[in-house]
């Protein structure tokens, strides 16, 4: 049973799962759109999402937070610089899921995951 427990697996260790979410997470913010399954978009919005957050508030520990996840010191400053300042007036929901269908070769459930707003729309 998996009662209280708040962390979606994705089928990897941690080490496995935190750099798959860096990655989706730089790609997702540097195109405004990925392609993936339906389960790591799901878990990529949710971290997007926080991310976008702090990123609203720009100041040297929200800089020092965001940098602890995205690794990328130029995509720190494109979110903080670009992407943050086109969500000041929003609450939340700066991303969303587009079904796709099923995968052929597997029968995995494809979405696209995508910016609301994005700097070059």
Do not use: C, W
């Not at 049973?1 to 962390?7: G, L, Q």
């Not at 399954?37 to 020092?64: C, H, P, Y």
């Not at 969303?96 to 979405?111: S, T």
């Amino acid at each position: 049973m998996r009662h209280r427990n708040r962390v979606k697996k994705l089928g990897r260790d941690r080490a496995h799962r935190q750099s798959l979410l860096r990655n989706q997470a730089i790609s997702l913010l540097k195109h405004g759109r990925i392609k993936t399954t339906l389960q790591k978009a799901k878990v990529t919005r949710s971290f997007v999402e926080k991310l976008i957050t702090i990123g609203k508030n720009d100041n040297f520990n929200s800089r020092r937070l965001v940098r602890r996840y995205l690794v990328d010191r130029q995509m720190t400053n494109y979110l903080f610089d670009e992407i943050a300042p086109l969500f000041k007036d929003r609450e939340g929901g700066y991303t969303r899921i587009y079904r796709l269908g099923f995968r052929k070769g597997d029968g995995a459930e494809m979405a696209i995951l995508e910016l609301v707003k994005f700097p070059g729309k």
